[in-house]
């Protein structure tokens, strides 16, 4: 008869696998052995969670603390559950509860700094970064990546914390298979690997790119981790695709194995650290090329990554050295655009949105993690010079909502000047846009979606250029739309040209006006044009394996 303890085990081995329900099985003949281990408790609620049986998920976590309240892991488990069911309060709470048992547990002071970033809680802000910055001087795995990049101010800083999480796991990864030599002259298959193939950002970004791949000279299949919504968004970018392989069930070996399967030349990593990913395959060498785009602003850190594709604004040449992948410079923009994003025709008003009619309406619908403190305290300056002004936000939770309210009168700035936007269908969200008068950016990261979102929408956006690939999406967005005077340099130039296109209504008159006459025209949202580069980037990678030549720097010409 196995013990309590190997059951657990195999509870672990059986979750890592995927194999969510024979976990909880394992993990329920566990507890009837040793009914007080509250790892197993805190395990089977990870795993229930991930069966979707949320409550029964919480109950368990939520037991693992009643039974161990010293048990700092217990703790930590049950904010994980709490952030996935987006309760980050309530993460935020579970989080500080393990931080004063194991104040020296690495990874803490990040789990925290993530939670309050998502309730835009900044109280302990600066102390919380220093920890967590320490703790990545120090080899430590401190940080998860995304979030770090709203916060590093350099490129060394986002690649410390990506190479710190991925020395986590690289031992586990067995040895790297081989392929065969590739064939010229035949189509080249490329594997999107993604969670976001539908209604979310990524599907709405590069679903034209998928419509527009040349298919006499590529093959496009996708591994598919977030399902089928039923959204007719997602039936155009199956459609797009020879094939469509749900791979949620499978753990990273079987996945990567599928791939290989599938004789795949190129596989395209649409997710890095963002979002429901499974990057951890390309670990496993799952394709002789791997790619890196879209999805992660920066670089993965990974070994088995070969290439990253950027531009040479977000990624200038003396900034390669802070990735471990290979650059692609694209022409233009690297982001991608959907030149047939559809606007809903539905007319909102200012008074149904909750504006006034008459105030400048300032617009920033990025997501609230990206909010800091500096970049709302020069939103509050430049609220308190324009008179009858209000700033325009994404409603994300009630709690964050909150705290926006008490830092706005911290800053003297009456709470009522900031109006929260419900979430919206995305053709009814781009239609509200035009109930504004100017985005404004943030930094350190910047809006990126969002950023052409209102720009198809027929908004302008305002960015300050920062320092890190994250602060310079909107810079290199607004360059390929030939807008650079909407792209700033300090902090003082971003207020002064805010202020300055609210005060002065010929100014930005002439601003809307040179949108809408390069909307259609320029490079940024001619999605036939990016899909060229894009391929020519592929063909370049597949050309230099033909070669047999590594993976090196690759600058594609405009077409």
Same mark, same amino acid.
């Given at each position: &008869?196995?013990?309590?303890?190997?059951?657990?085990?195999?509870?672990?081995?059986?979750?890592?696998?995927?194999?969510?329900?024979?976990? *909880?099985?394992?993990?329920?003949?566990?507890?009837?052995?040793?009914?007080?281990?509250?790892?197993?408790?805190?395990? @089977?609620?990870?795993?229930?969670?991930?069966?979707?049986?949320?409550?029964?998920?919480?109950?368990?976590? %939520?037991?693992?603390?009643?039974?161990?309240?010293?048990?700092?892991?217990?703790?930590?488990? %049950?904010?994980?559950?709490?952030?996935?069911?987006?309760?980050h309060e309530l993460a935020l709470k579970a989080w500080r509860s393990a931080q004063r048992l194991a104040p020296d547990r690495p990874g803490v002071s990040g789990l925290i700094l993530q939670a309050q970033m998502l309730c835009c809680d900044w109280d302990g802000l600066d102390s919380l970064v220093a920890a967590v910055t320490a703790e990545l001087e120090a080899g430590k795995d401190a940080v998860h990546p995304f979030y770090w990049h709203a916060i590093a101010d350099s490129p060394e800083s986002l690649l410390k914390a990506a190479q710190n999480r991925q020395r986590r796991v690289a031992a586990t990864l067995a040895q790297p298979p081989g392929f065969p030599p590739p064939q010229r002259g035949e189509r080249i298959?490329?594997?999107?690997?993604?969670?976001?193939?539908?209604?979310?950002?990524?599907?709405?970004? &590069?679903?034209?790119?998928?419509?527009?791949?040349?298919?006499?000279?590529?093959?496009?299949?996708?591994?598919?981790?977030?399902?089928?919504?039923?959204? /007719?968004?997602?039936? @155009?970018?199956?459609?797009?695709?020879?094939?469509?392989?749900?791979?949620?069930?499978?753990?990273?070996?079987?996945?990567?194995?599928?791939? @290989?399967?599938?004789?795949?030349?190129?596989?395209?990593?649409?997710?890095?650290?963002?979002?429901?990913? $499974?990057?951890?395959?390309?670990?496993? @060498?799952?394709?002789?090329?791997?790619?890196?785009?879209?999805?992660?602003?920066?670089?993965?850190?990974?070994?088995?990554?070969?290439?990253?594709?950027?531009?040479?604004?977000?990624?200038?040449?003396?900034?390669?050295?802070?990735?471990?992948?290979?650059? *692609?410079?694209?022409?233009?923009?690297?982001?991608?655009?959907?030149?047939?994003?559809?606007?809903?025709? $539905?007319?909102?008003?200012?008074?149904?949105?909750?504006?006034?009619?008459?105030?400048?309406?300032?617009?920033?619908?990025?997501?609230?993690?990206?909010?800091?403190?500096?970049?709302?305290?020069?939103? &509050?300056?430049?609220?308190?010079? *324009?008179?009858?002004?209000?700033?325009?936000?994404?409603?994300?939770? /009630?709690?964050?909502?909150?705290?926006?309210?008490?830092?706005?009168?911290?800053?003297? *700035?009456?709470?009522?000047?900031?109006?929260?936007?419900?979430?919206?269908?995305?053709?009814?969200?781009?239609?509200?846009?035009?109930?504004?008068? %100017?985005? %404004?950016?943030?930094?350190?990261?910047?809006?990126?979606?969002?950023?052409?979102?209102?720009?198809?929408?027929?908004? /302008?956006?305002?960015?300050?250029?920062?320092?890190?690939?994250?602060?310079?999406?909107?810079?290199?967005?607004?360059?390929?739309?030939?807008?650079?005077?909407?792209?700033?340099?300090?902090?003082?130039?971003?207020?002064?040209?805010?202020?300055?296109?609210?005060?002065? /209504?010929?100014?930005?008159?002439?601003?809307?006006?040179?949108?809408?006459?390069?909307?259609?025209?320029?490079?940024?949202?001619?999605?036939?044009?990016?899909?060229?580069?894009?391929?020519?980037?592929?063909?370049? &990678?597949?050309?230099?394996?033909?070669?047999?030549?590594?993976?090196?720097?690759?600058?594609?010409?405009?077409?």
């Amino acid at each position: &008869m196995s013990s309590a303890a190997e059951e657990i085990r195999t509870g672990q081995v059986l979750f890592d696998a995927r194999r969510f329900a024979e976990a *909880v099985t394992a993990l329920d003949r566990a507890i009837a052995l040793a009914p007080a281990r509250a790892d197993a408790h805190s395990l @089977r609620g990870r795993a229930l969670l991930a069966l979707g049986r949320k409550a029964e998920g919480l109950a368990s976590a %939520l037991k693992a603390t009643k039974i161990d309240p010293a048990s700092a892991p217990a703790w930590i488990a %049950l904010g994980s559950i709490f952030y996935t069911l987006r309760q980050h309060e309530l993460a935020l709470k579970a989080w500080r509860s393990a931080q004063r048992l194991a104040p020296d547990r690495p990874g803490v002071s990040g789990l925290i700094l993530q939670a309050q970033m998502l309730c835009c809680d900044w109280d302990g802000l600066d102390s919380l970064v220093a920890a967590v910055t320490a703790e990545l001087e120090a080899g430590k795995d401190a940080v998860h990546p995304f979030y770090w990049h709203a916060i590093a101010d350099s490129p060394e800083s986002l690649l410390k914390a990506a190479q710190n999480r991925q020395r986590r796991v690289a031992a586990t990864l067995a040895q790297p298979p081989g392929f065969p030599p590739p064939q010229r002259g035949e189509r080249i298959r490329i594997g999107y690997l993604s969670g976001e193939l539908n209604l979310a950002a990524n599907g709405l970004v &590069m679903a034209g790119v998928f419509d527009h791949h040349d298919r006499d000279r590529f093959e496009i299949i996708a591994f598919d981790n977030g399902g089928d919504d039923g959204t /007719p968004l997602r039936q @155009r970018i199956a459609s797009a695709f020879a094939q469509v392989t749900d791979v949620r069930a499978l753990s990273d070996a079987e996945l990567a194995a599928r791939i @290989r399967a599938e004789a795949v030349d190129i596989l395209v990593d649409l997710n890095g650290y963002f979002g429901k990913t $499974r990057s951890a395959v390309l670990g496993h @060498r799952a394709a002789p090329v791997q790619v890196s785009f879209l999805g992660c602003p920066a670089t993965s850190g990974a070994p088995q990554v070969d290439y990253a594709i950027a531009d040479a604004v977000v990624v200038p040449e003396e900034e390669r050295q802070w990735h471990s992948e290979a650059i *692609v410079h694209l022409p233009d923009t690297y982001y991608p655009a959907d030149r047939q994003r559809e606007i809903s025709d $539905r007319r909102f008003t200012r008074t149904e949105c909750g504006l006034p009619e008459d105030g400048f309406v300032f617009a920033c619908f990025n997501h609230c993690h990206k909010i800091l403190p500096e970049t709302f305290a020069r939103w &509050m300056r430049i609220l308190g010079a *324009v008179d009858g002004s209000v700033l325009w936000l994404l409603d994300a939770s /009630p709690v964050a909502t909150a705290n926006l309210r008490q830092a706005a009168l911290r800053h003297g *700035v009456d709470p009522a000047r900031l109006v929260f936007a419900p979430r919206l269908p995305p053709d009814e969200h781009l239609a509200r846009h035009r109930c504004a008068d %100017l985005a %404004l950016d943030s930094l350190p990261y910047n809006g990126h979606t969002t950023t052409t979102d209102a720009l198809w929408a027929g908004l /302008p956006v305002l960015t300050l250029a920062g320092s890190t690939w994250p602060g310079r999406v909107a810079a290199s967005v607004l360059q390929a739309l030939g807008l650079p005077e909407l792209v700033t340099a300090s902090a003082a130039d971003y207020e002064q040209q805010a202020i300055r296109l609210a005060t002065q /209504p010929d100014a930005l008159a002439a601003v809307r006006e040179a949108l809408a006459a390069r909307r259609l025209t320029a490079p940024l949202f001619d999605t036939a044009r990016y899909t060229q580069h894009l391929e020519s980037a592929y063909r370049a &990678m597949h050309d230099r394996r033909c070669q047999g030549l590594a993976p090196g720097p690759i600058t594609i010409a405009a077409q």
